[in-house]
């Protein structure tokens, strides 16, 4: 159903002009927050058990993309923590390691360093993250700055204050730009769900973000409050999986944003799985960014497969 | 095994049965006690997800309902009429926090009794019927500020006869406004439902609710017959069936007897062109596959603006692709079984007529297990308004799907029923939305939402979905004297 003007517009055959994007943003159905609050709050009574549970802590190990962003992050907390997402359990070679790290542009020489050959990509933020509020230019230099550094993968934020004042037109050309200065890196496009507020307005950041040619839509910079929520995840999911039928492109989904528990994460996977579908069960079409997730998804593992929980001692801690 | 599988099929996660002691033999529930059946009679109920006896259950005969009722007269006359409105309060919230404290049980026992998945029972059913206790607590002492005069005066006893589709959920809509309201109550559960009355019964028991003044007796017609014809109640509150209800009123004429009748209904869960799509086919999925349709309220006719046929209905059957049908104790399972063989016959009857009146049928590739009573989630598109599906209640999982063009369409199809319980109405738009609720020829219109019950809502039909209201300061209404 989507309107042919999507298809369109995802051809780059329309100006992206305010008028034209609101035109096709605001004609997106309808999204109700009562009932997409009830279908989160329902999916998140699932109950994982035995094998699926099991095949669902590995799959979001290897989706987590491993995050230290702070003031006070070096060279060395980097380090540690590059090693930690290749070999995320020392004692068990059968855990499988992370999809990415994520650091600030400044730092991705160093994980680049730390991951060259381990199959772990880096990602970085850029675009002066977390607020976004810089000139284009500056953001640019931002987006260049990690890239020459070796990042494999790029999380933008969009500016907030432009989408919520109706200038669309200028939050898609950001986008588009900082697409093409990723050149091959894939795009992650944070929408800082918890800005936005309303749900039709995370439905709408999504369609412009892919439209604009993200790889990825992100909830949060995991710098406000509320970071991902459920609802907010499903909305995203429900957009990716439209804009697939739309177009025929698949964009990835990445919730961030203070998921700590395996009980959490497994939600989400049910999220993903019963919204967008199945095939979108992969690391590389959903992702995870957290840090302290993974010690407890360690943990379940283990007490999934030995039946007895070990003190936190027993794992790592970066 | 873990690694590179793309799928994630959740695995078994059953409730335990154990939490629960189903008594092989069951007597009726009489002035505090249970008791044997002067009938000598029994039947046995059925785990409908399996067809295996559950237990055995009293039938009760014309006498036992006669000592039922005389029971409950003489509660009414020698305490529970005439104690203070604050004391009656008491006992409700007992009940009301033991049914929370025995939840799982409860939950159980009613997935067992009733093929409906333990999702439903647990997060619907229960904290509902402990609801219902709280909420007329409430009322029991403030009686006089109702709006049915100073100083409203209970009826007497009621006689109450409740459907097998929410058994517990029933009784506590039963029972709960009519406790507070002063009332003794003699309660007939389904006889494919029992169980949980009983479990009730033994609640009021473990409340010490004084003798009298909750009495269960189990069986089929002919027990509610007795119990409805009784010249020994003042009230007969009755949910069910159309076809019964005609009987019971044209039984009750010139009696000079209160009744309030819940039947059935065919409901329109109308969906406009500009109405929030995902969360409109969750609605619809909640209207008519909740408790596998089996629901009064059903959403059973979906009324869809014809420029947004083709995409809800596509958008219906991938959501339909999801839900899991299968074992009611499953805590993921979406859709349980079908109450009864009887049901089951009707509501594969009523699909084949529509069958063969034209429509066409669709359902998820989905494995029925072999024992058990059960049904897949089925939609008919292309039907019309004088096909049998568009119009006699089926009271199963199977949506009949029609479409509209304009707002007043909708209206005049919606109404195009001799039932008016529930109607859905779902638009981005709040203006439309109080134009279509005031036109609705029905007793509850929910707004982009269906199928949501609250104790202070009250719920109650027009034309051959009944009278009367349960719920909120209208139900009591059913069971006070001005």
């Known amino acids: 159903m989507l309107p042919g003007a999507v298809t369109a517009q995802v051809n780059g055959e329309i100006a992206a002009t305010d008028t034209a994007l609101r035109q096709l943003l605001h004609g997106l159905p309808g999204v109700d927050q009562v009932g997409t609050e009830a279908r989160a709050a329902s999916l998140a009574t699932r109950s994982i058990k035995k094998d699926s549970k099991l095949w669902a802590l590995d799959t979001a190990i290897r989706m987590i993309d491993l995050t230290t962003l702070e003031g006070a992050d070096t060279p060395g907390k980097v380090q540690a923590m590059c090693a930690k997402a290749v070999r995320p359990d020392p004692t068990d070679s059968g855990v499988p390691s992370v999809a990415a790290v994520c650091v600030y542009p400044d730092l991705v020489g160093v994980a680049r360093g730390s991951l060259d050959g381990s199959g772990v990509a880096v990602a970085s933020v850029a675009t002066a993250f977390p607020s976004g509020r810089a000139s284009m230019k500056v953001k640019l230099a931002d987006v260049r700055e990690a890239i020459e550094g070796g990042a494999d993968e790029v999380d933008m934020v969009i500016d907030r204050g432009a989408f919520l004042s109706g200038r669309y037109g200028q939050v898609f050309d950001e986008i588009r730009q900082v697409r093409e200065a990723c050149g091959r890196a894939h795009l992650k496009v944070i929408l800082e769900t918890g800005e936005l507020v309303t749900l039709d307005n995370v439905a709408r950041a999504s369609w412009l973000a892919m439209t604009g040619g993200a790889d990825f839509v992100k909830t949060s910079t995991g710098k406000v409050t509320p970071a991902s929520t459920p609802a907010a995840a499903l909305v995203m999911l429900a957009s990716v999986r439209d804009f697939a039928e739309a177009s025929g492109r698949q964009v990835g989904v990445k919730v961030a944003g203070g998921i700590r528990t395996a009980k959490d994460a497994i939600r989400y996977l049910v999220l993903v799985k019963e919204t967008a579908g199945p095939e979108w069960l992969t690391p590389s079409l959903f992702r995870i960014g957290a840090s302290s997730l993974l010690n407890d998804l360690l943990m379940q593992r283990s007490k999934q497969l030995t039946g007895a929980y070990a003190g936190p001692d027993y794992f790592t801690i970066d | 095994m873990p690694g590179d599988s793309r799928t994630f099929d959740y695995a078994p996660a059953p409730e335990s049965s154990d939490i629960v002691t189903v008594a092989p033999k069951n007597g009726l529930f009489i002035s505090g006690q249970f008791v044997e059946p002067k009938s000598g009679r029994s039947f046995v109920t059925l785990n409908p997800a399996t067809e295996e006896p559950l237990a055995e259950v009293a039938e009760a005969g014309e006498g036992d309902v006669d000592f039922a009722v005389q029971a409950a007269r003489a509660a009414f006359e020698g305490v529970w009429g005439r104690m203070k409105g604050r004391e009656r309060a008491k006992y409700l919230y007992r009940i009301a926090r033991i049914i929370q404290e025995r939840s799982r049980e409860f939950a159980v026992l009613e997935s067992l009794d009733n093929g409906k998945p333990i999702r439903e029972s647990r997060d619907v059913d229960v904290p509902l019927a ?353």
């Not at chain 2, 109450?339 to 009523?350: A, F, G, M, R, Y």
């Not at chain 2, 609720?437 to 007793?443: E, F, Q, T």
């Open chain 2, 130 to 482: 402990a609801a219902h206790f709280f909420y007329h607590a409430g009322w029991a002492d403030k009686l006089g500020y109702a709006g049915l005069g100073p100083s409203p005066r209970p009826l007497g006893v009621a006689g109450q006869v409740i459907p097998w589709n929410f058994p517990l959920l029933m009784a506590a809509w039963k029972l709960a406004p009519a406790l507070a309201a002063g009332n003794c109550c003699v309660l007939k559960p389904a006889e494919t439902t029992p169980l949980t009355a009983l479990l009730l019964a033994e609640v009021c028991q473990q409340a010490e609710l004084p003798p009298g003044v909750v009495n269960v007796v189990t069986g089929a017609g002919a027990t509610g017959a007795a119990l409805v014809t009784h010249p020994g109640v003042d009230k007969v509150a009755f949910t069910g069936s159309t076809e019964v209800g005609k009987q019971i009123r044209i039984a009750l004429a010139g009696t000079g007897r209160h009744l309030t009748l819940e039947l059935g209904g065919k409901a329109a869960n109308i969906v406009f062109d500009d109405a929030p799509i995902d969360q409109t086919v969750e609605g619809i999925v909640n209207g008519i596959f909740f408790n596998q349709g089996q629901v009064c309220c059903a959403g059973s006719r979906l009324l869809v603006q014809e420029s947004v046929t083709e995409l809800v209905v596509e958008r219906l059957k991938r959501r339909l692709g999801t839900l899991q049908l299968g074992d009611p104790l499953d805590k993921n399972t979406d859709i349980g079984a079908i109450n009864s063989s009887v049901q089951l016959e009707k509501i594969t009857e009523l699909s084949h007529s529509g069958e063969d009146e034209g429509a066409e049928r669709w359902s998820p590739p989905c494995d029925l297990p072999e024992h058990g009573y059960w049904f897949p989630p089925t939609i008919f598109t292309g039907v019309s308004q004088s096909h049998r599906i568009a119009r006699e209640e089926i009271f199963g999982p199977v949506l009949s799907v029609l479409t509209f063009r304009t707002p007043a369409e909708a209206v005049a199809k919606a109404n195009n029923t001799p039932y008016g319980l529930s109607a859905g109405v779902w638009t981005e738009k709040g203006s439309r939305i109080l134009w279509m609720a005031g036109r609705m020829g029905a007793g509850v219109v929910w707004a982009n939402t269906f199928n949501r019950f609250d104790p202070a809502s009250p719920f109650g039909g027009y034309k051959e979905s009944g009278f009367g209201r349960e719920g909120g300061r209208h139900g009591l209404e059913a069971y006070l004297r001005a």
